[in-house]
């Protein structure tokens, strides 16, 4: 198959469109990451996506909506019931006024709400459980799409399964190529980490993956902090991204699971690792100490003043440079002492992700 690489004017718009209504998939800009998309409420089209990606059938995929139902009369609850995305029982349910609250205070943008699912939602897309994971992108290109279509787009992140997400149309090319019917090149991803997952269910709210929309300003609406889902062991997972290893690039990554100048063996560490010239680092902010990254080849900060939006953006992107160096064999990350709050949880889970089954203490003298 040859993928077309389309650019995001009015004309490849509508070129995008004719594609997914042929029941082809197609990789699409969000402000998260790249999404591969094709029709949710087709089961071929859908099942495309899970081949190109080399996706377990299990893991479900979040359903993109457009902007439209902001302005129906019917206001977007019972517009998505109608539509048949949500159940009719999501509107007499305890759950209803977060669903509501949530839509108003971050739609569109990067939260992910896993409800009650419709009946034109089909078992491909939720992996057969009873929920859907939805949002509503704020993307101009993706809603684009979206607004000349007759469907929402079930849309994973554009790369081979459990691999680096993509932040650029060069990515998913890099990824999917010859995989896929098109790309459509939208620019930088501004987020660059993927949208916040949870769950509405009764007594409360549940966080099933952290991301661009923090659990600080989610309680700011709901008045409570959401819980926090224990690491998935299993293969039922109730979203996307809730699995123990995912996000990882080919070359082994260790996390050192605090600041790497605060590391009181870091010497002995690298020491452990070998030869510090192979050895690529992705720290999450300057170094405060006289430890000196000059002896090593390649290192990327994730920001150079311990922003952790400016942090979020660069995570894949500096992630993929280090695996596609060819001087590095080994990457190297570390956590900032404040990984539980704002985007920096979020960088938190991607990299404990990404280096899991790999425990710094026993993996490297393997190496």
Sequence with gaps: MKTELLDSSPHSIGRACAILESQKIVALPTETVYGLAGNAFDEASVRKIFSAKSRPYFDPLIVHISLKVL???????HALIRDGILAPSLAASSDRSNFEALVKAFWPGPLTLVVPRGPLIPDVVTGGHPTVAIRMPSHEVFQSVLGLLSFPLAAPSANRFGRISPTTAEHVRAELDGRIAAIVDGGPCGIGVESTIIRLEEGGIRLLRPGGVSSAEIASITGSVPRTQQRLHSSAPEAPGMLDEHYAPRKPLFLIPEPIDSHPDLRELLRELGDSSRLGLLLH????????????????????????????????????ELDEDPFVDVILADLPENHFEGMFAAIADRLQRASRNKPLGQSVKKL
């Design 71 to 77: 302005s129906d009369p019917a206001g977007v609850l």
């Design 285 to 320: 902010a300057p170094v405060r100490s006289s430890f000196d990254v000059s002896s090593f080849k390649s290192h990327r900060i994730l920001s150079g003043s311990g922003d952790g939006a400016e942090a979020a953006r660069n995570l894949f992107s500096f992630m993929r």
